[in-house]
């Protein structure tokens, strides 16, 4: 009997499936248990922390979420999606969550262009957003940010498919003039840059604080 081989691709493909099964959205457990708990369900579920607005402490345990805590006066305040197998496909989950102030995105494999532009839904709650290290973020992902009217702070580092810094962080710093820009440049080998005029300014480990 023939055994069919497990490829490499195949095996890629079967991870990817399962990442959109973990992240897809659930219309009817969010009408069952509120926005806020079934956002949470799905970050932690995909490995982020939450943190309750009001609360110290970051939530690290998927089991400790409580049934009610949804339409209990609990609020999602702050993430930490820290190797986070979060996409876009669930980023519709914080449609109706209106308290969330601070988002980490970092070493984020599955964060790309859409996933940030999807960010626009907490526009008006916003407030202070990292993005480190998400390989998959180029610059249509990185202006994109520009929605996020109430963001005071802005942290950017370590995104290699985004081509031309400079021009992304001017963008930043002319559409959200209220926010503090932090984008922090890091040099990859492989690093090609479109705009020769501006792009290869940007030097490595250049720290560039927009805001003045």
Known sequence: MNIPRITYYSRRHFWAWLNIVWNRVDNDRIQEVGPDLACAEWLMRNGALVKWAGKADYLKDYDSLKEGEGKGGYYIEEIDATEASIMHVGFPHFHGCKHIKKIKLQRCSNVEDKALKSLEILKNSLQHLQVISCGNVTDKGV???????????????????????????????????????????????????????????????KKTNIRE
């Not at 109430?150 to 290699?160: A, F, G, R, V």
């Not at 962080?169 to 440049?185: F, G, M, N, T």
């Open 143 to 205: 202006k994109s940010l520009t929605t996020l009217v109430n963001l005071e702070t802005l942290l950017l580092y370590d995104l290699p498919e985004v081509k031309c810094c400079k021009d992304c962080a001017l963008i930043l710093q002319e559409s959200l003039p209220k926010c503090q820009v932090d984008y922090r440049v890091t040099e990859h080998p492989h690093k090609r840059y479109h705009s020769t005029a501006d792009c290869p300014q940007d030097t490595p480990e």
